[in-house]
């Protein structure tokens, strides 16, 4: 199923890759990566307030855990992951939200510049 969704997505990419006008390309691009931004980020903030709370409730050490917090996911126990580990994931999915509107906005300028 989570394949099959990763297929459907990397073919919607490349559907709005080939919109034919360079504006409306500009323009999937931004919302793309607003909306990567947006999700990617309010996840992320709250998957290091999850992460952290985890780690005191555990007694484990949070020395480290802002810098690197991946790290730190082996200290967790089962209900630790349960609590923490979709917020990571939703971060991790708005980061490569932002990063498709990236080389959505940045195919639209070379299209851009290469049609002069």
Do not use: N
């Amino acid at each position: 199923m989570f394949e099959a969704a990763v297929a459907c997505a990397l073919f919607l990419y490349l559907l709005l890759l080939a919109l034919p006008e360079i504006e409306l390309q500009f323009l999937a691009g931004g919302i793309l990566t607003l909306a990567g931004l947006v999700g990617g980020g309010g996840a992320g903030i709250v998957y290091h307030i999850a992460l952290r709370e985890a780690l005191v409730r555990l007694g484990a050490s949070t020395r480290g855990w802002l810098w690197s917090p991946v790290s730190h996911h082996r200290l967790l126990d089962e209900r630790g992951r349960k609590q923490v580990l979709p917020w990571f994931r939703l971060g991790a999915a708005g980061f490569f939200l932002c990063l498709a509107g990236i080389g959505m906005i940045t195919a639209a300028i070379l299209r851009t510049v290469l049609a002069r």
